[in-house]
Nanobody, 123 residues
Framework: QVRLVESGGGSVQAGGSLLLSCAVF??????GGWFRQAPGKEREGVAS???????TYADSVKGRFTISKDNAKNTLNLRMNFLKPEDTAMYYC???????????????????WGQGTQVTVSS
């Protein structure tokens, strides 16, 4: 059974950093992604990564966030630097079978999801 468990969320001041981690159980060789959803808004893609390490980022986080995979630990990580109040949201990790091409940022393309971890950035 595939299970994803996020950790690392919290509250920080603007300009601060957080590292989110997603432990993946029962699944390997996947494409992974991080998504977020703020109250009253739709879930949006933040960053994604293929099994080969190809990455895709939303324009709003380019240059500030870095997605990575640790294949030895089977974790999917998101380093978030220079955080802004508008980054405040529930963050979710997701996984899907490997495909050719750039890993997508559309939530509908992912089959497996974690429960989410809250990130709050104060000004």
């Amino acid at each position: 059974q595939v299970r994803l468990v996020e950790s690392g969320g919290g509250s920080v001041q603007a300009g601060g950093s957080l590292l989110l981690s997603c432990a993946v159980f029962g699944y390997s060789g996947y494409q992974g992604g991080w998504f977020r959803q703020a109250p009253g808004k739709e879930r949006e893609g933040v960053a994604s990564i293929s099994g080969a390490g190809t990455t895709t980022y939303a324009d709003s986080v380019k240059g500030r966030f870095t997605i990575s995979k640790d294949n030895a630990k089977n974790t999917l990580n998101l380093r978030m630097n220079f955080l802004k109040p508008e980054d405040t949201a529930m963050y979710y990790c997701a996984a899907r079978p490997p495909r050719r091409g750039w890993p997508p940022l559309s939530p509908g393309d992912y089959a497996y999801w974690g429960q989410g971890t809250q990130v709050t950035v104060s000004s």
